[in-house]
């Protein structure tokens, strides 16, 4: 599945260092292509200990990773939304995105100039904030004068869609963003039909020091972030991008005994990797054979027939069913033979919402 999230901020915040690892980590890996596809967009994998624990199971000739594609978002000023400074390149990469990670500098160096002049990360995302949020005021003001007069007609869908189009004015001249208005599911539906970039699932992204890593519960910045994502319907991690850029250079061993001597359990990237495919509600099932063990992307909630359709679409009309077993089970059983022996292997048919974990094997004829 396509899907990307883009990685925005204002200049020296660390969001190209922390690409660059992104693009470094896509090139060095051996198991799949990822690549750098064109100078701001890298595809990387997805880290998923249980692909290895199924390799180890299984024994394949060769292991697939699943992979998450990152873009990075030209340059923003204040005024972009009119068109300033670099505007409209950076508005019209946002609205090819699925989801948002906006770096955040929350460390403090002398030696590396903020371009407001001093550090303040509220500041920073409110500046990136309201020009999203003035170019959303702009299409919906736009919008909000065609539906009115079908609205005065007593248009059904028209006076549904009026309602979503006076909430999301409000909210904007209210400087919050579409994410944050509560919608029933009906008036949710028709706001993400409107495409708009503040509707996107936001991720912010806290870089520290080096000194702060191992603890950023002392970093004030990190504080203020937080607090700020509560009201924006937003999530946070925290990462290190000039830590980033050394811990790409390393594997295996080596790696674990410096993410261990920086007092922490798995890297930035990989943090930044896991959240971006949560943010947007998507999870990971395998097929696993002795020709191939490999993870697939999917959007949860989706019924078996549509994840084989990931496969090969051949997989979804041809759809016969889906022999199913739990990753816990499977690996619990120490086979697949031991699996249905035990009675862990289920038939799935085309109703089966399909589960974070699954390992599955799709009968089908065309």
Known sequence: MALTAGIVGLPNVGKSTLFNAITQAGAESANYPFCTIDPNVGIVEVPDERLNKLTELVQPKKTVPTAFE????????K???KGEGLGNKFLSHIRQVDAICHVVRCFADDNITHVSGKVDPIDDIETINLELILADLESVSKRLDRVAKLAKQKDKEALIEHEVLVMLKEAFEEEKAARTVE??????KIAKGLHLLTIKPMLYVANVSEEDLADPSTNEYVA???DFAVTDNAEVIVICAKIESEIVELEGEEKAMFLEELGIEESGLDQLIKASYNLLGLA?????GVQEVRAWTFRKGMKAPQCAAIIHTDFERGFIRAETVSYADLIGSGSMTAA???G???LEGKEYIVQDGDVIHF???V
């Open 70 to 77: 990152f873009t990075d978002i030209a340059g923003i000023v």
């Open 224 to 226: 203020k972030v937080r």
């Open 363 to 365: 009968r089908f004829n």
């Open 344 to 346: 862990k292997v289920r």
């Open 340 to 342: 249905k022996e035990a």
């Open 284 to 288: 990971t099932y395998f097929t696993a």
């Open 79 to 81: 005024g972009a939304s």
């Open 183 to 188: 919608f029933t599911e009906e008036q949710l």
